[in-house]
């Protein structure tokens, strides 16, 4: 209980920085100007012109079997709405240090586990990310944030090169040292030598320890998305 109440508390400091910077620009200009245009959901960004060389954009793809690792053009983060005397402002934490390995035998995707370094989380505001980091998530005691998969996954149907499947996933998610069973869409992509996978898991943050404060002028909505784009190579 003292651990959840230091919390709360740190999450609340934070947002009084925050919030008093809102409430002397007014919500929308808050919104629209210090916050401005938050990065979209990521989304598959592979087109037709960047199929490997050797590759054709169609062609049937029987085997992807191996080991893949994510790397470089990876990231992952949140996303969150703060509500500012009933305005939304969406907020976006990124970061590149993502980490992590998917085993596929055939067209199953039999193993993967990816760890997150959540303390280089960033988001536009430096007050923001250090309440996030040393209060919220406590990064100095749980540094990462994990996905494991808890389930085969099959290929809905033969994957071709170039084209956009959907899968479900199940895995165990795990923040601030709390694992929760989770189930994620993503979209996934083969160009012939390399892939991506993108996708959001919807959480709620009061299942990992963390309430969403509320001080009256402006409050974090108590759900949120784990977001993820990954590029993936072989070996």
Do not use: C, H
Request: aromatic share 6%; no cysteine; net charge negative.
């Amino acid at each position: 209980m003292e651990k959840r109440t230091k919390v709360i508390l740190g999450v609340a400091a934070g947002l009084v920085v925050v919030g008093g910077v809102a409430a002397v620009a007014g919500p929308i200009v808050y919104r629209d100007v210090i916050v401005g245009e938050q990065a979209a959901a990521p989304t598959i960004t592979l087109e037709p012109s960047t199929v490997a060389p050797g590759a054709s954009e169609g062609d049937a793809v029987d085997d992807l079997s191996g080991t893949w690792t994510a790397g470089s053009g990876s990231y992952a983060g949140y996303r969150v709405d703060e509500v500012l005397n009933g305005t939304d402002v969406t907020v976006v934490g990124r970061t590149e240090d993502v980490t992590g390995t998917a085993t596929v035998e055939g067209l199953q995707l039999t193993a993967a586990e990816f760890t997150v370094d959540v303390a280089s989380i960033e988001t536009d505001s430096s007050s923001r990310d250090g309440y996030f980091r040393d209060s919220a998530l406590r990064v100095q005691e749980f540094p990462t944030a994990t996905f494991v998969l808890t389930g085969v996954v099959d290929a809905p149907e033969t994957p071709a090169v170039g084209e956009v499947q959907t899968l479900t996933v199940t895995g165990d998610l795990t923040i601030a040292g709390v694992t929760q069973p989770v189930e994620v869409e993503l979209q996934a992509v083969f160009d012939g030598e390399s892939g991506q996978v993108a996708g959001s898991i919807p959480i709620t943050f009061a299942d990992y320890g963390v309430e969403a404060p509320n001080l009256g002028f402006v409050s974090v909505e108590d759900a949120g998305f784990v977001e993820f784009s990954l590029a993936l190579t072989q070996g």
